[in-house]
């Protein structure tokens, strides 16, 4: 059996002319394509259209090699402006992804984390802010925000993300009403609640909301052609950039003289080693906070009722169950796994797990990949709300970058899909999602659907 | 049961808190803190010093 990439261009289909039996005919499910499907040598997981394939496809795949190449190297690929590199292994099993992950001091993040090919230290450290910087700085800059990202901090926001979370799902209702019914599962749910929770942690007026959007959009299009429109990739990721740096001073410069209880008066304010952190490093912190935390929880919604959609019975039961929420979450992050590798680059000579390497080879850690190792995970191909215990890697593995923003995460959509469940369980997905063609972020532009369908 | 913890080697992540909320704390500094050094032999407790991502916390006993 072959299974095609998506064949049908979203444009191509408006949603009123895609029955509900007709629902994501590109989701084609796990158990229909076997890893012996998969030609292993046409898998290029630099080629960016290959993470449009089905995700049944790409889980086939991944299995593959997972099985048969646990290192399987790849060339990088080609970017306008940037140099390729020597490429770099693609780390799929868990036990050699979480080995690595523990060992920082011989797996560096300072040479890049965030893409596959080195980039001027300046630019990655401006993009990837936190995610690109090794111990001892990291340790110290990290500590000035994890204060603010602890569990019982975050419990103090929470009323604000449950009215974030209703208003949105209001207005989303109203939408649907004075329409026909239908809506953009991203662009009216998924997106606006993480942005508008991160947005009001910083403290960003309403009207830089949009552009911090777009921005945001752009810096982690994985180059994908819709989001960067005219330009190349470089600019445009630089343009983007820029603007969100420009908003920082703004507003950095506004809480020096008018502090308030956000998280920008706090990185103002803040020093390491007796030092204030530097207008760059703050612009690029806050770059960091932005994307970091509007993208991948994005993703998690959108992701994550699509495959509620596809699994009808797990939706049944975890709507019907709020003792759910935890476990439900979880398997969500773990079956979508919402930002898929990152980079790690040895700074020695070494073996790993069988593997012998030298100084400055590139390794990707699949996150996505080491979420599905069998070694791991019973049955890892099931999309089950009640799995526990789930030590998935979808927030990142054992090390000192472990996501700063789990708890946020994890609270922001335990609220999120409760409240869906409770104020739109009418909601009903219409259509196959448009992804997003980046290798970076597992993301969805469109997810069509519909409320106040007959069922 | 006891449990310490390394100050240093935290990154304040909180899956410690998340998973025993009455034995580790995430504090204002940002690294964890052991409001119980001596809890009672725990699945959960167990579970977060194995789970700790960067190996701050060690169990003795």
């Given at each position: 059996m072959t299974?095609?990439?998506?064949?049908?261009?979203?444009e191509d289909v408006a949603p009123e002319d895609v029955a509900p039996e007709d629902v994501a005919p590109e989701d084609v499910a796990p158990e229909d394509v076997a890893p012996e499907d998969v030609d292993l040598a046409s898998v290029d997981l630099s080629d960016r259209t290959w993470w449009t394939t089905p995700p049944a496809y790409r889980h086939?795949?991944?299995?593959?090699?997972?099985?048969?190449?646990?290192?399987?190297?790849?060339?990088?690929?080609?970017?306008?402006?940037?140099?390729?590199?020597?490429?770099?292994?693609?780390?799929?099993?868990?036990?050699?992804?979480?080995?690595?992950?523990?060992?920082?001091?011989?797996?560096?993040?300072?040479?890049?984390?965030?893409?596959?090919?080195?980039?001027?230290?300046?630019?990655?450290?401006f993009f990837?802010?936190?995610?690109?910087m090794d111990d001892p700085r990291h340790a110290k800059i990290r500590?000035?925000?994890?204060?603010?990202f602890t569990p019982r901090m975050l419990e103090r926001t929470l009323d604000s993300v449950r009215a974030i979370v209703d208003d949105v799902l209001a207005r989303t209702r109203a939408k649907a009403e004075a329409?026909?019914?239908?809506?953009?599962?991203?662009?009216?749910?998924?997106a606006p609640i993480p942005l508008?929770?991160?947005?009001?942690?910083?403290?960003?007026?309403?009207?830089?909301?949009?552009?911090?959007?777009?921005?945001?959009?752009?810096?982690l299009s994985g180059g994908d052609p819709e989001l960067i429109e005219n330009d190349d990739p470089l600019t445009a990721f630089l343009t983007a950039g820029m603007e969100m740096a420009a908003l920082m001073e703004r507003l950095a410069a506004e809480r020096m003289t008018d502090p308030r209880d956000?998280?920008?008066?706090?990185?103002?304010?803040?020093?390491?080693d007796g030092e204030k952190l530097s207008h760059q490093e703050i612009a690029s912190f806050f770059i960091l906070l932005l994307v970091a935390g509007n993208e991948t929880t994005r993703n998690a919604i959108s992701q994550g009722l699509l495959a509620l959609a596809e699994h009808p019975d797990q939706r049944a039961r975890w709507a019907a169950d709020p003792g759910l929420d935890r476990t439900g979450v979880e398997e969500v992050v773990r079956w979508v796994s919402p930002v898929t590798w990152m980079r790690r680059t040895a700074t020695q000579d070494g073996e790993i797990n069988g593997l012998r390497f030298t100084a400055g080879e590139k390794f990707l850690l699949f996150y996505a990949a080491a979420n599905r190792d069998p070694a791991v995970f019973a049955d890892p191909q099931r999309f089950d709300v009640g799995r526990d215990p789930n030590p998935?890697?979808?927030?990142?593995?054992?090390?000192?970058?472990?996501?700063?923003?789990?708890?946020?995460?994890?609270?922001?959509?335990?609220?999120?899909?409760?409240?869906?469940f409770d104020q739109l369980p009418d909601l009903e997905v219409t259509g196959p999602p448009d992804r997003l063609a980046s290798s970076f972020v597992n993301g969805l532009k469109r997810l069509p659907a519909r409320l106040g369908g007959d069922g | 049961m006891r449990v310490t913890a390394d100050r240093e080697r935290c990154v304040g992540s909180g899956q410690c808190e998340l998973l025993a909320p009455e034995v580790f704390e995430v504090d204002d500094d940002g690294a964890v803190r052991v409001l119980q050094p001596e809890p009672d032999d725990d699945a959960a407790v167990r579970d977060a010093v194995q789970q700790c991502p960067t190996g701050a916390l060690s169990l003795e006993g």
């Open positions: 299974v095609a990439p998506e064949g049908v261009a979203p086939a795949a991944f299995d593959r090699l997972r099985r048969e190449r646990p290192f399987a190297f790849f060339a990088e690929p080609d970017i306008p402006g940037i140099p390729a590199g020597p490429g770099y292994h693609a780390v799929t099993r868990y036990a050699d992804l979480e080995a690595i992950s523990s060992q920082p001091a011989v797996f560096c993040s300072g040479r890049g984390a965030v893409s596959m090919q080195d980039v001027p230290a300046e630019l990655h450290e990837g802010s936190l995610i690109s500590r000035i925000v994890s204060k603010t329409g026909d019914g239908t809506i953009d599962v991203v662009a009216d749910i998924a508008r929770v991160i947005c009001d942690m910083m403290g960003v007026p309403e009207q830089d909301r949009p552009g911090v959007l777009a921005n945001s959009n752009i810096v956000d998280l920008t008066t706090a990185l103002v304010r803040s020093e390491v998935h890697v979808g927030f990142g593995s054992k090390g000192p970058h472990f996501c700063l923003g789990a708890h946020l995460a994890r609270r922001e959509l335990q609220v999120t899909f409760r409240a869906i | -």
